[in-house]
């Protein structure tokens, strides 16, 4: 039986692990996601693993060979938090922006919850508001 510092190192590797995953298709992601597995974004409907993939995969088009850093990691019983900044550059279409070769920065806080030893659950705020400002979709404040 793991300790609850044990168990908490886990999860946190699990989400390193999952996050991974996401941006680079990293690991078996049976081993990483539950059967059950759901997504929240603001502004989508809960995702299903498909569901998601297809969203990171419009990202992914948007600004190939980005790359992110989890700036802070915390963990509390089965929740992680992680706050994440993404870098790159506007290299494809995305949100309907053809594009525009202008570098990017994307910040945001993520959640995993994680069951059994895998995530079921992922939770994220992401601030796509800066990002459509960035590539020129929104005009600067």
Do not use: C
């Not at 069951?115 to 079921?120: H, I």
């Amino acid at each position: 039986m793991t300790t609850g510092a044990n168990t908490t190192d886990a999860n946190k590797a699990l989400a390193r692990r999952a996050i991974g995953y996401n941006h680079g298709r990293q690991g078996d992601p049976v081993e990483i996601f539950a059967p059950e597995f759901v997504a929240h974004m603001a502004g989508q409907p809960p995702l299903d693993r498909a569901a998601f993939e297809q969203f990171l995969g419009g990202f992914e088009a948007g600004f190939r060979g980005y790359t992110y850093e989890i700036q802070d990691q915390v963990a509390q019983g089965d929740v992680v938090y992680n706050r994440v900044t993404w870098t790159g550059v506007h290299s494809g279409d995305f949100a309907g922006v053809p594009a525009t070769g202008r570098p990017i920065e994307l910040t945001g806080i993520n959640m995993f919850r994680v069951k059994d030893g895998r995530v079921v659950e992922q939770r994220a705020e992401l601030d796509f508001f800066g990002l459509l400002q960035q590539i020129g979709a929104m005009p600067q404040a």
